[in-house]
């Protein structure tokens, strides 16, 4: 098996490098997100919804207020290869706890910043809907964390990443 560490240790020694390493991913990510909009809005000629660009800024920054908590998940429930149907299983329903929590905060929120921007708000089932459609890139952002999160050296000795060099591939321990 793997040997047993002490998980509030591992967190306040990195706990720099891990904040570092989630503001970068996800700064990065919102960054691509508004380019890509913003190239969406000129090449149709449309204009830009500030609703639509205030609900993305509000959804990245929930997210990245919830990687610590998925970086906890993955590092103490891991992948492991004698068990990979039910620890993925199990992740699963893990990212769709995530993805309900960011959702129950994310709503409200962007309800009332309508409400004061437009006057009106839309009902919920609207952004339901949305959220549905969506549910897929929520899950793959999840497992995105998950599997790119550098397990502790001396938790897993024969994984050779650390948290400054991060490797992008999914960790199974055997």
Same mark, same amino acid.
């Given at each position: 098996?793997?040997?047993?560490?002490? +998980?509030? #240790?591992?967190?306040?020694?990195?706990?720099? /490098?891990?904040?570092?390493?989630?503001?970068?991913?996800?700064?990065?990510?919102?960054?691509?997100?508004?380019?890509?909009?913003? +190239?969406?809005?000129?090449?149709?000629?449309?204009? &830009?919804?500030?609703?639509?660009?205030? /609900?993305?800024?509000?959804?990245?920054?929930?997210?990245?207020?919830?990687?610590? +908590?998925?970086?906890?998940? &993955?590092?103490? =429930?891991? $992948?492991?290869?004698?068990?990979?149907?039910?620890?993925?299983?199990?992740?699963?329903?893990? &990212?769709?706890?995530? @993805?309900?929590? #960011?959702?129950?905060? #994310?709503?409200?929120? $962007?309800?009332?910043? @309508?409400?004061? $921007? @437009?006057?009106?708000? /839309? !009902?919920?089932?609207?952004?339901?809907?949305? =959220?549905?459609?969506?549910?897929? $890139?929520?899950?793959?952002?999840?497992?995105?964390?998950?599997? @790119?999160?550098?397990? !502790?050296? /001396?938790?897993?000795?024969?994984?050779?990443?650390?948290?400054?060099?991060?490797?992008?591939?999914?960790?199974?321990?055997?």
């Amino acid at each position: 098996m793997f040997n047993q560490f002490d +998980l509030k #240790e591992f967190f306040r020694k990195n706990r720099k /490098q891990i904040l570092i390493s989630i503001f970068l991913f996800w700064l990065i990510f919102a960054l691509l997100i508004i380019i890509e909009d913003e +190239l969406g809005v000129r090449i149709s000629n449309h204009k &830009a919804d500030p609703i639509d660009r205030l /609900q993305y800024c509000i959804r990245w920054v929930l997210w990245t207020l919830l990687t610590p +908590l998925i970086i906890f998940l &993955a590092v103490k =429930f891991p $992948i492991r290869k004698k068990s990979i149907l039910t620890d993925i299983s199990k992740h699963f329903i893990f &990212a769709l706890f995530i @993805t309900a929590l #960011e959702f129950a905060i #994310e709503i409200p929120v $962007i309800r009332y910043a @309508t409400l004061h $921007i @437009t006057g009106s708000v /839309q !009902p919920v089932t609207e952004y339901a809907a949305i =959220f549905i459609l969506k549910l897929n $890139i929520y899950l793959l952002l999840y497992f995105l964390v998950t599997g @790119t999160f550098p397990y !502790p050296k /001396q938790s897993f000795p024969f994984l050779k990443c650390s948290l400054i060099r991060i490797s992008f591939s999914i960790h199974i321990i055997p």
